[in-house]
């Protein structure tokens, strides 16, 4: 029986939530909201930018926050296993406003410093995909999927061993859900037949 293709959000949904939380940031009116949505900002950005799993990003520590060579290092993920992820050259910036002088903890800590629990950053996502418009429903393996959807309209179909690597799966079946083409680029390509009637 063949699998169901993920599910992703386009770009002009996963910039308007960045742009939805950038707004939650400019009208927070206390620190602590301000702080609140300013984690929120850097949770989504992240979490398109990287396509990580939701318990990995909530227990990303900043020890393992490498801006300087602009890698993650991923501990212990699925399986176990550990993997570096690159850092993409615009997130840079939000990171670094973002950690500021901290130099250990949670890259996303909850109340108290705590590590945020998955339920919380699903329903900070789920708060600013509401803030965005989106009707679709918004959850953080979307993210992951957007991500590796993304990575693979950009790089080609060539880049499928690349993307495992990046999503640490440890069989490059599980990857392979992310070569559905879309509908546009098959009219393209049908458009292009010689036929003449």
Not at 148 to 173: D, I, K, P, V
């Amino acid at each position: 029986m063949p699998r169901r293709l993920p599910e992703n959000l386009s770009q002009i949904h996963s910039e308007a939530m960045v742009a939805a939380a950038r707004v939650a940031l400019d009208q927070g009116r206390t620190p602590a909201k301000k702080r609140n949505a300013h984690r929120d900002l850097v949770m989504v950005a992240t979490g398109f930018c990287t396509g990580l799993r939701v318990f990995e990003l909530c227990k990303l520590e900043l020890m393992h926050v490498d801006l300087v060579d602009r890698m993650i290092r991923v501990r212990l993920g699925k399986g176990a296993k550990d993997r570096d992820v690159p850092i993409l050259e615009p997130l840079v910036p939000l990171l670094k406003e973002w950690i500021g002088e901290r130099t250990s903890g949670y890259l996303f800590p909850g109340p108290k410093g705590r590590r945020l629990s998955e339920r919380q950053f699903r329903d900070r996502l789920a708060a600013v995909a509401k803030r965005a418009g989106l009707l679709q429903r918004v959850y953080p393996h979307l993210m992951r999927h957007t991500f590796a959807t993304s990575y693979l309209e950009s790089n080609g179909e060539g880049s499928l061993r690349e993307l495992q690597e990046l999503l640490g799966h440890a069989s490059l079946q599980t990857t392979e859900i992310y070569l559905h083409v879309k509908p546009a680029r098959l009219k393209r390509g049908v458009d292009r037949l010689p036929f003449k009637l």
